[in-house]
């Protein structure tokens, strides 16, 4: 089964919009760590945001925040006043246990594309 | 600056050739990570290395090797026994568990096969 699960190919956003990318996620652990990543057309994957399972607030970052629903597990990606710059493939991660060495599972993408 | 550098950016190889990327990192982390990213999709774990001279298979380790003999390098040989090599490559390196283990990546390896 998928442990990280992004169901929307590719989005539009108007720009100075807001966007929400949707990432669910499969886990029995009860300690994980969610991230996402940023991966523009040159390639480099960019740390945007990250999430614990036992963290009780929303992470933000600048105009990043995570909208974490642990019960739903369910860790959407909110970009607030879109940029042009913001036109980039969007990647969701788990991270399960601290055991792991931090290695984690990485969704299929998103597309998001900003209009001016 | 701190961070992770990987060489070359483009290599293309004949079938049949063994290829070596290379990875290094001056961010004194001791977890160090490859993955292949196929067009339009998420990135998949090849290897990971916890420590020095320690190194476990990851989801789609066949045909390809590793070595971790210093912490700062962690090649990632292509064999001719990977049926299909031509792919993104992407080294990423990490501080250990309880921090938030965000992966610092490198710039990528683009894998031609000809």
């Known amino acids: 089964a998928q442990k990280i699960t992004q169901t929307q190919p590719g989005m539009f956003v108007q720009e100075k919009e807001a966007v929400t990318l949707d990432c669910t996620y499969d886990?029995?652990?009860?300690?994980?760590?969610l991230f996402w990543y940023k991966q523009p057309s040159s390639g480099e994957m960019i740390f945007l945001i990250y999430?614990?399972?036992?963290?009780?607030q929303n992470a933000t970052e600048g105009r990043y925040s995570l909208n974490f629903q642990k019960a739903r597990k369910s860790a959407n990606l909110v970009i607030s006043a879109s940029q042009l710059g913001d036109s980039a493939m969007y990647f969701c991660a788990m991270r399960e246990g601290y055991t792991n060495a931090g290695k984690s599972t990485f969704g299929d993408g998103t597309t998001l594309t900003v209009k001016p | 600056d701190g961070g992770i550098t990987q060489s070359p950016k483009y290599l293309f190889r004949k079938e049949g050739q063994n290829v070596t990327l290379s990875c290094e990192q001056n961010?004194?982390?001791?977890?160090m990570y490859w993955y292949r990213q196929d067009p339009g999709q998420g990135l998949r774990l090849i290897y990971y290395?916890?420590?020095?001279?320690?190194?476990q298979k990851g989801d789609i380790a066949e045909g390809y090797s590793v070595s971790r003999e210093k912490k700062e390098s962690f090649p990632l040989t292509v064999t001719s026994a990977q049926k299909n090599p031509t792919a993104f490559y992407l080294c990423?390196?990490?501080?250990?568990?309880?921090?938030?283990?965000?992966?610092?990546f490198g710039p990528g390896t683009r894998l031609t096969v000809l």
């Open positions: 886990t029995s652990d009860p300690s994980y760590g």
């Open positions: 961010l004194n982390h001791d977890a």
């Open positions: 290395s916890q420590i020095v001279n320690d190194f």
């Open positions: 999430q614990g399972s036992y963290d009780q």
């Open positions: 990423a390196s990490s501080t250990p568990p309880p921090d938030t283990n965000e992966q610092f």
